[in-house]
T-cell receptor, first 116, second 112 residues
Framework: GNSVTQMEGPVTLSEEAFLTINCTYT??????LFWYVQYPGEGLQLLLK?????DKGSNKGFEATYRKETTSFHLEKGSVQVSDSAVYFC???????????????FGKGTKLSVIP | DSGVTQTPKHLITATGQRVTLRCSPR?????VYWYQQSLDQGLQFLIQ???????AKGNILERFSAQQFPDLHSELNLSSLELGDSALYFC???????????FGEGSRLTVL
């Protein structure tokens, strides 16, 4: 079955530090890949996505590249801010879901804390 | 604001009881997904409805059931509750052409 593995947290960084959160996946077929962010007390929000190999998703300074050869989708940001403190989830959509169905398989989440 | 509305936000109940969680999707979205988020299991897909019909089923217990009504709102029914059912339950709806999921703020269930 499909699975997503992301690095365990929590991760604590100082403001302006470089961020990498590793994510690898196992899937049959060609899934789309996503990063979602969950701020305290809120639901998940889509941060970025990539739908095919070598695609780069980017948003709010975050980037991730769909690497089919290494089955990875690592999240990076060059300079984190205190406001980036949240839980980050890597996810894939099941390519076998069928038209109109986008059930996601999530990693366990990585909690990021950015200190001033 | 994602446009997905979930009620109640918090719910405390006792073992053996039954609760109903409600979700209204974004205007125009036909699909509703239910997820359970717990500390040990992470985010688990429970079930999906599309325009009133069950489309996909994930790790949903037999004690749980869901439905989607003609006005597209959905309800998740949890019965014979156990301590381990304590979790955050999210509803999401999907944008029909891109597949992006929009999540509600969740319903936090505490079973005592």
């Amino acid at each position: 079955g499909n699975s997503v593995t992301q690095m365990e947290g929590p991760v604590t960084l100082s403001e302006e530090a470089f961020l990498t959160i590793n994510c690898t996946y196992t899937a049959t077929g060609y899934p789309s890949l996503f990063w979602y962010v969950q701020y305290p007390g809120e639901g998940l929000q889509l941060l970025l996505k990539a739908t095919k190999a070598d695609d780069k998703g980017s948003n709010k300074g975050f980037e991730a590249t769909y690497r089919k050869e290494t089955t990875s989708f690592h999240l990076e940001k060059g300079s984190v801010q205190v406001s980036d403190s949240a839980v980050y989830f890597c996810a894939l959509s099941d390519p076998e879901s069928g038209a109109g169905s986008y059930q996601l398989t999530f990693g366990k989440g990585t909690k990021l804390s950015v200190i001033p | 604001d994602s446009g997905v509305t979930q009620t109640p936000k918090h719910l405390i109940t006792a073992t053996g009881q039954r609760v109903t969680l409600r979700c209204s999707p974004r205007s125009g979205d036909l699909s509703v997904y239910w997820y359970q988020q717990s500390l040990d299991q992470g985010l688990q897909f429970l079930i999906q409805y599309y325009n009133g019909e069950e489309r996909a089923k994930g790790n949903i217990l037999e004690r749980f059931s869901a439905q989607q009504f003609p006005d597209l709102h959905s309800e998740l029914n949890l019965s014979s509750l156990e301590l381990g059912d304590s979790a955050l339950y999210f509803c999401a709806s999907s944008e029909p052409y891109t597949g992006e999921l929009f999540f509600g703020e969740g319903s936090r269930l505490t079973v005592l």
